[in-house]
């Protein structure tokens, strides 16, 4: 379908020019620049030498900036982890229903995927806070006699990742659900499988790319969203982007900040490369 | 038997804690009671605050502007560019597809953090300006995807009798092409203005001192004091966000869950 114009350049191509340039000047220009930055040298009061370094890599070779890489992964795991125990059973389940309740329910996963996370931290707040809802309701319960003072504190950061995070995991995971051939756990079942046993070789199995994929949705934004860390979590948990978000806006350290960002996309490349190379398929699976 | 009716408790049970706080802020905005723990009847005060509140109003008017703004580029960009990209067969188009689509891909601090460095090395000024290039690129993504798709659904043959009939391909993409993605791209459209309506990080790194969005203003108070006024904030966000995400749907004729 390659046609030309009276002067002979594909129209196709004018039509893509706009997305070509911008991609060029707003994308690969600014992402080649934060690779520079990387190896340059701070200026002494405000912005950058020109002068090529590694000293910025070799800082985050320390132990306090090893630790925060360190934490924020143990973080990120850990709100993974828990974002699978909830969202798999959640797209499993889903993709079993009717198609009348299928289309109900994502329809409802709508709106808290769409709605701004920033927003919805702000209800867990009114829960977390001293005396809130929570508190109120587990001393009124007699579970507990003392206000339990949960904002601030890792647990509701994990609580707030999870709960930002998760609609993406159930979407991956039924879509790719709802794709499968449930025929073949039915014969796994018939040739004497116990359900758990059919559930493992079978079902698991044909959701991978789904899990997984939800896996790479969930893991890149648990070490970047220094927003919810900073709301839910006062300034007790640092994450790789609150380090990021911290050299750049108060350090006024860049090239540091851009070695951060550098090894993070590193990380970030690495598991999509990893996603692919495992499922074989090129397009994220439940993702645009 | 026992176990639809578990796997239907389940699906319930997440979707209440989903719901829980987003129920309590709307509950909370029309709370007469300052603390927000304690229920003191119902009150109107808070929205009555924010329509007096002039930097409120301000924000609102820059979200807006920002919003219609970058959303109106990346429709021209990202439609021009999924249906440009689907008649060529150049060596770079992957590469360029990629990139393309690397800003929703990426942790959006690294959005943030490349946008504020590479801004400020070529000199743009802090403001609304930045914010819209950066919030187009982000917007950009959700529009091509959705014409890609759309286009790929298609019938190839109707712009084929077209062309065959004599039409010029500009004349093929706005009498045939064009009214057939119609949907597709309002539906982007409107994804993006949600999406850049919501946004927080990014613009935190790219706005001037004098340009406040909505989001951060939200972002800073809840850093600072928080007020009863934020909750009424956020339940009109709410809304405003339903509203688009429906309509969206409604147009795009398309579950979420589809890849």
């Known amino acids: 379908m390659r046609r030309s114009n009276r002067r002979g350049i594909p129209h196709g191509f004018l039509m893509s020019l706009p997305m070509y340039l911008f991609t060029l000047f707003f994308v690969l220009a600014p992402l080649c620049y934060m690779v520079i930055l990387s190896f340059l040298t701070r200026a002494e009061v405000w912005g950058v030498v020109h002068e090529v370094t590694l000293d910025n890599y070799r800082n985050i070779l320390t132990p306090v900036y090893l630790k925060t890489f360190y934490e924020s992964l143990k973080l990120a795991v850990i709100c993974v982890v828990l974002i699978i125990l909830t969202g798999y059973p959640f797209g499993y389940f889903m993709a079993k229903l009717s198609s009348t309740w299928k289309r109900r329910v994502s329809m409802l996963l709508m709106i808290p995927f769409w709605t701004s996370a920033l927003i919805r931290m702000y209800g867990w707040i009114i829960i977390f806070r001293s005396n809130g809802i929570l508190d109120k309701l587990l001393m009124g319960l007699h579970i507990t006699k003392e206000p339990l003072k949960l904002l601030y504190t890792y647990p509701a950061v994990v609580v707030g990742m999870v709960y930002a995070l998760v609609p993406f995991m159930i979407f991956a995971v039924y879509s790719s659900a709802e794709k499968m051939d449930w025929s073949l756990v039915e014969a796994a079942r018939d040739l004497g499988a116990s359900p758990a046993k059919a559930f493992f070789t079978v079902t698991l199995r044909l959701t991978m790319p789904g899990l997984l994929s939800g896996v790479v949705l969930t893991f890149i934004p648990s070490m970047g969203l220094f927003f919810i860390a900073d709301i839910l979590g006062g300034n007790k948990v640092v994450l790789v982007g609150s380090l990021i978000q911290e050299q750049l806006m108060k350090a006024r350290n860049w090239p540091f900040a851009a070695a951060l960002s550098v090894v993070l996309m590193i990380l970030t490349s690495l598991i999509i490369w990893l996603y692919r190379r495992v499922t074989k398929v090129r397009d994220l699976e439940g993702f645009y | ?259």
Request: glycine share 8%.
């Open chain 2, 1 to 259: 038997m026992r176990r639809i009716a578990f796997s239907k408790l389940y699906i319930g049970l997440v979707l209440v804690i989903m719901y829980l706080p987003i129920l309590l802020i709307v509950i909370y905005s029309f709370n007469e009671s300052k603390i927000s723990s304690v229920w003191g009847g119902f009150s109107l005060k808070w929205y009555e605050m924010l329509r007096t509140d002039r930097a409120m109003h301000e924000a609102i008017k820059n979200s807006l502007i920002l919003g219609a703004l970058s959303c109106c580029a990346a429709a021209i960009v990202g439609t021009l560019g999924a249906v440009g990209m689907s008649r060529i067969k150049l060596r770079t188009k992957g590469a360029v597809e990629y990139l393309s689509m690397l800003p929703i891909m990426i942790p959006e601090i690294i959005l943030g953090m490349i946008f504020m460095t590479f801004f400020a090395l070529v000199g743009l000024p802090f403001g609304m300006t930045t914010l819209v290039i950066a919030h187009t690129a982000f917007c950009i993504p959700y529009v091509y995807m959705m014409v890609k798709a759309r286009l790929a659904g298609m019938d190839a043959s109707l712009m084929e009798a077209a062309r065959d009939l004599g039409a010029s391909p500009w004349r093929v993409f706005f009498d045939v092409t064009l009214p057939l993605i119609a949907p597709a791209v309002m539906s982007g459209m409107l994804l993006s203005f949600a999406m850049s309506l919501d946004d927080v990080v990014i613009s935190i790194f790219v706005t001037g001192a004098e340009t406040n969005t909505l989001p951060i203003k939200i972002y800073t108070q809840m850093k600072t004091g928080l007020t009863p006024e934020i909750n009424a904030l956020c339940t009109i966000m709410l809304g405003v966000t339903l509203i688009i995400v429906t309509l969206s749907g409604i147009l795009g004729g398309r579950k979420k869950g589809d890849a």
